[in-house]
């Protein structure tokens, strides 16, 4: 039983952890989509991936922004085209999953993991702003526009989320490229994004504690070094940015 309780538990852990990166990936590939007549005006805003580094490893992971346009076609309408921008973002936050083992007395301690959140934003090309998507709307309707939605949790027990921005000689580009700062010029210059993920098991995995590590990827102060008792999962996967390679 014991034997196949942590196998059950390490599927669980790398299930989990792929299919929020397979989300990721498909996202990442989108970024700097745009139809062919998209009349919608670009401004820095629309920087179509950023990478946001940590710098407190205990409170946050990195942080990525993903652009891409979209178009809603409406026969009765005029113009018949009506074109959009989407921002997709990926981001940690300290799990509010409360750690029953070490809170008592009244003191509430919650365990020592990320949660992974994700959020989708539209673009209002008349007032050149971010609409809050608890409260936009279809485009010349009232009804509110559900492809949009405020930060929603896509996986918790995460201990680390990490972007690399890659250019074509396979070199980290660095700092990752903005709109604004001294690598911008680099942005349509990302072929891959690499993204490494760090899961840890729910519950304790093995008998005895000890100092385990895991290392980070080009980042030695990102390496992980727990003494406990559970398992730690690091999946390492390169995005392919297809669209950013045509521009």
């Known amino acids: 039983n014991n034997s196949y309780g942590q196998v059950s538990d390490k599927a669980k852990i790398s299930q989990s952890a792929r299919n929020l990166l397979g989300m990721i990936v498909r996202d990442v590939r989108m970024a700097g989509f745009k139809y062919f007549n998209d009349t919608i005006k670009q401004t820095n805003e629309h920087i179509p991936i950023k990478i946001t580094k940590s710098t407190n490893f205990n ?3 990195d942080k990525i922004e993903i652009v891409y346009g979209d178009v809603i076609f409406n026969k009765t309408k005029t113009p ?16 509010k999953i409360i750690d029953k083992a070490n809170s008592s007395g009244g003191k509430t301690t919650y365990i020592d993991a990320f949660a992974v959140f ?59 490229p903005t709109a604004t700062n001294a690598t911008k010029d680099f942005v349509y210059k990302i072929k891959t994004v690499d ?53």
């Open 195 to 247: 993204i490494a993920l760090v899961k840890r098991s729910r519950k304790e995995f093995f008998r005895d504690k000890k100092l385990r590590e895991k290392r980070s990827i080009n980042d030695v102060s990102r390496n992980i070094s727990k003494t406990d008792k559970y398992l730690r999962e690091s999946i390492i996967i390169s995005a392919n940015t297809r669209n950013l390679g045509l521009l």
């Open 80 to 95: 018949q085209y009506n074109y959009e921008r989407f921002k997709v973002s990926y981001f940690c936050e300290k799990s």
């Open 59 to 61: 409170t946050n992971c």
């Open 118 to 176: 994700k959020k989708k934003e539209k673009w209002d090309n008349n007032a050149s702003r971010w609409l809050d998507p608890d409260t936009d709307t279809i485009p010349g309707t009232s009804n509110k526009d559900e492809r949009t939605y405020s930060k929603e949790k896509v996986v918790d027990y995460v201990q680390d989320l990490i972007f690399h921005a890659i250019d074509e000689n396979g070199k980290i580009i660095a700092p990752p």
